[in-house]
Structure formats: structure tokens, C-alpha cells
């Protein structure tokens, strides 16, 4: 783990630090309707790591925490209401938003939820109708 690389994360207004090492397991977009209402985005830019890959660095007593479902605890700083991460523990991954790790080289392979999109992506890349089967999804690709 030494060696891995190491990447600097921080919510809108700093108070909230963070790092994630290694490699993601994977990354892509979400269009579901969740990940849409909380972001205010019509889309969101993630990137799935083991949890332990993930260290809040600086803050931690400004992170806040809110779950409508058992497997998304979505995290915000308290300071200034930006978004930071949401740990999904059924998956026993972390989704750390592409945004807020601008250092680190995000290259998304997959879009996910694509049957709920409201922002139609014609980048070539595959298109979860909903999510793939490892995930609990249906497996099954959509047209862009
Ligand atoms: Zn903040
Ligand atoms: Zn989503």
C-alpha cells in the first residue's frame, strides 16, 4: 500500500479533506433519479472504491451524513454544503464524486441507470439500463 498512489480530495470550501489511494474499481456516470435529486446535476460523475481506500484527512467532525436507503449514506460538509462521498456498504464500496478529486485522471468506462437519464451521453460508451448483474442490476444494455 505504500507505493500506491494517492490523490487529494476536498469538499467547495476545503474544511472537509480527504485522500483516496490505489486504483477505483471502476467509474462511470449515474443517471438515476437519487443521484440526480440530491446533486441538483442531471448527472453524476463517480468513482467506486474499497472503503478503506478512502481517509478523511482534515474535517471529519464537519461531515455530515443522511441515508434514505440502506445502501447509499450519502456525506456533505456541514461548513459548506458540498458534497464529498457516499458509502454504498451492501457493495462495500465508496462513491467518491469525480468533482471533487480534480487531480486524480478520471476515465469513466461505463454509464449506469441510463433508463432514467435525462441527459442523453453519445460518448460510445456502454449503457446500463440499470446496473450491472455483480451490482443486484439486470445486466442489460441501452441504446446511447
Ligand atoms: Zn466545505
Ligand atoms: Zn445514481
Known sequence: MANDKKY?????????QFTVSGEPA???YCHCESCRSWSAGPVNA??????????????????????????????????????VFTEHPAWSLTDVYAAVIPGFPYKPGVHVNYQETKLRIKDGLPKM?????????????LAE
Not at 478523511?56 to 461548513?79: I, L, M
Not at 439500463?129 to 444494455?141: F, I, N, T, Y
Open 46 to 83: 463517480f468513482t467506486l472504491w474499497k472503503p478503506e481506500a478512502v481517509k478523511v484527512t482534515r474535517g471529519a467532525e464537519n461531515v455530515g451524513s443522511f441515508h434514505k436507503s440502506p445502501n447509499s449514506h450519502r456525506k456533505w460538509c456541514k461548513n459548506c454544503g458540498g458534497h
Open 129 to 141: 439500463k440499470d446496473l450491472p448483474k455483480e451490482m443486484g442490476g439486470s445486466g442489460a444494455e
Open 26 to 28: 471502476a467509474m462511470g
Open 8 to 16: 487529494q480530495g476536498s469538499c467547495f470550501c476545503g474544511s472537509v
